[in-house]
């Protein structure tokens, strides 16, 4: 999961598929029921194994690693008896993007004066300029608009610093060095998240942000009303690709509309210094929950809905899979009538009542409501401040009109993007109890005429 908005701001088309697979037949109908399918621990533990353990090496967006990940998952659709996405002949999907990196530090002037220091947390374009606006307070509502924002407060955390400019026109902002700032900066792998963007299409400018160390801000920051500028000399681009596999369950009636389960197989991978990202919770777990729940809908008799199953890349990278998807879907997103993205689920929060989990935005539609009422072990997000409806691959299908929410076990757990984030430390348990609790209100949900709607003022804008 993207623990930092501007991340969201970081896809899209499909490109041809990296290899084919014959396509499987439709499945055979059994006398299975949801009552009666059980959902195995040791089958969420194999395979979060295999996709966090150390052969996969974190399965960095865009990589090699990512791309065995999805061939897995692509390989139990099929052996589930899925098929192929409507119009496609390969369970993987293939997207290019460009990605750029940086060789050297960013060049940051006041006045024409160089400063010293400058970390580049995120970088929206080549170069931001403008006259520089400085904020001392912590009140993050307060901050005002400006092309250049210095924000000093140690109280306020980055993520709110960016939340709070959204909008107003800043192309960049300065923070000084904290332990927040520390703390941020290990998060996103000790280097730059910079502005990809599909091949496709050119980019489109976004926030900078860069940090400096607390003597160079006290000094740049003296300079408010003088005009400021950063610029990437280092900035080199690379194309890539990232990789989805996406399985299709048939529905008896085509006019009755397709749901989309889904997670993403993209983590950090291997840092700079060579320490792997195992990600097993972001989003091992997901991706596990997804597949078993292919397993069991897959068995019994055929559903009035289609169901679509995707495991999407470089949701760390900045959503391209989904966004690839929401752009070309296999099916029209009218006919999508729920997405259900599932993200570290691999820990009970604290805040939560026992054994549930939380769903993003749930108070956005009747989807969250009509699920917990037929079982499903969802509750209210507790932490409406960290936006996370907007920080997932739900969010490229809500922007398009599509009611789409993500479920989470323990979304702000300590292990969340760090070397901890092992299969040692997850509760294969409550997992498998959360699965088990998202297969009765699955079949409702394709199986009945129910289509849920967004409640007013929860549709986002496009």
Not at 81 to 98: H, N, R
Not at 114 to 132: E, F, H, M, S, W
Not at 175 to 187: E, I, N, V
Request: net charge neutral; glycine share 10%; with cysteine.
């Amino acid at each position: 999961m993207k623990r930092i908005f501007a991340a969201a701001l970081l896809c899209t088309a499909l490109a041809t598929p990296a290899f084919a697979q014959t396509a499987a037949p439709a499945p055979v109908a059994t006398a299975a029921t949801a009552t009666d399918w059980t959902v195995k621990p040791e089958w969420i533990s194999a395979h979060v194994r295999f996709l966090a353990g150390p052969e996969l090496q974190g399965r960095g967006s865009a990589t090699r690693d990512e791309a065995i990940a999805a061939a897995y998952v692509a390989a139990r659709f099929q052996g589930y008896g899925l098929q192929p996405a409507p119009g496609a002949d390969s369970y993987i999907q293939k997207v290019k993007v460009i990605r750029p990196r940086l060789d050297s530090d960013p060049v940051v002037t006041v006045a024409g004066k160089a400063v010293k220091g400058a970390t580049l947390i995120l970088g929206g374009a080549d170069r931001a300029a403008g006259t520089a606006v400085v904020y001392a307070g912590d009140d993050a509502a307060a901050i005002p608009a400006g092309e250049v924002l210095f924000v000093s407060s140690a109280k306020l955390s980055p993520s709110a610093a960016m939340r709070a400019v959204r909008g107003k026109g800043t192309k960049l902002l300065v923070l000084r060095a904290s332990d927040a700032t520390a703390k941020l900066w290990d998060q996103i792998g000790k280097r730059p998240r910079l502005t990809s963007y599909l091949a496709s299409q050119p980019p489109q400018p976004g926030l900078s942000v860069i940090v400096l160390p607390a003597a160079a801000f006290d000094k740049a920051a003296k300079g408010a009303g003088k005009s400021v500028e950063m610029t990437l000399p280092g900035l080199v681009r690379e194309e890539v690709e990232t990789t989805n596999a996406i399985g299709y369950l048939p529905g008896t009636d085509p006019k009755a509309g397709v749901i989309l389960l889904a997670a993403h197989v993209d983590h950090l991978g291997v840092q700079p210094d060579g320490t792997v990202m195992y990600g097993a919770n972001d989003d091992a777990s997901g991706v596990a929950a997804v597949l078993e729940l292919a397993h069991a809908l897959s068995n019994g008799k055929r559903h009035k809905r289609g169901i679509l199953f995707a495991a999407f890349g470089a949701e760390e990278m900045g959503g391209f899979g989904s966004r690839a998807f929401a752009a070309a879907p296999p099916v029209p997103l009218t006919d999508i009538v729920a997405n259900i993205a599932i993200e570290m689920i691999g820990a009970q929060d604290p805040k939560l009542p026992a054994g549930t989990m939380m769903m993003t935005g749930y108070e956005r539609s009747t989807l969250g409501p009509a699920l917990a009422e037929r079982g499903a072990l969802v509750a209210k997000d507790p932490y409406p401040e960290q936006n996370f409806f907007e920080r997932s691959d739900n969010y490229a299908l809500a922007r398009r009109g599509v009611v789409a929410h993500t479920i989470s076990g323990w979304a702000v757990t300590p292990t969340y993007h760090s070397p901890q984030d092992t299969i040692a430390n997850l509760d294969i348990p409550f997992m498998t109890r959360a699965v088990q609790s998202l297969i009765g209100p699955a079949r409702w949900l394709a199986d009945t005429d129910f289509r849920p709607d967004w409640t007013p003022g929860g549709k986002p804008s496009e």
